[in-house]
């Protein structure tokens, strides 16, 4: 069996949603283009079937890619999630203790599917995540990143 797929109820409903997307919208499109193409005639040289039929295979693959993680998602349901320490599901602010500005971040702890630095929603796989997990506010923690070493203070732990 497949490893679970941990995922926030936000992290799957996304998937769900563009899971549909491309059952019901994108597949009909496909088709209608490879049916297209067929039209032209001869299709062993034919560049627009060629086209159509290599987005038929990558859309497959990713409706199939979405389907598994669908059957063996796992949703995280943060309201029953404690935030004494911090758990995926759940937001930590911390204090960057590593600059003169003591900036203070604020992360949620997600699967590595949902992960999205830019969202702030970083894996509880990466250097970062897997540090913060089960540490309680006041907690400090010292992170070996590329760049160096990085060190935060947990200042609070929310859903």
Request: hydrophobic share 35%; proline share 1%.
């Amino acid at each position: 069996m497949a490893d679970e797929i941990l995922l926030t109820k936000e992290g799957y409903d996304k998937i769900v949603a563009e899971l549909e997307e491309l059952i019901t919208v994108k597949r009909k499109e496909v088709a209608e283009r490879i049916k297209e193409a067929i039209s032209y005639g001869d299709i062993s040289e034919n560049s627009e079937y060629d086209s159509a039929k290599n987005e038929q295979a990558e859309l497959e693959e990713r409706i199939n890619k979405l389907e598994n993680m669908v059957r063996t998602a796992k949703i995280i349901d943060e309201k029953n999630i404690s935030t004494d320490y911090v758990k995926i599901g759940l937001k930590v602010k911390v204090k960057n203790l590593s600059t003169k500005l003591k900036e203070v971040l604020e992360y949620t702890i997600v699967g590595s599917t949902e992960a999205d630095p830019y969202e702030g929603k970083i894996s509880n796989e990466s250097l970062v995540g897997k540090a913060l997990l089960d540490k309680k506010v006041k907690d400090k923690v010292e992170i070996q990143i590329p760049d160096g070493i990085v060190k935060y203070e947990i200042i609070e732990i929310s859903k």
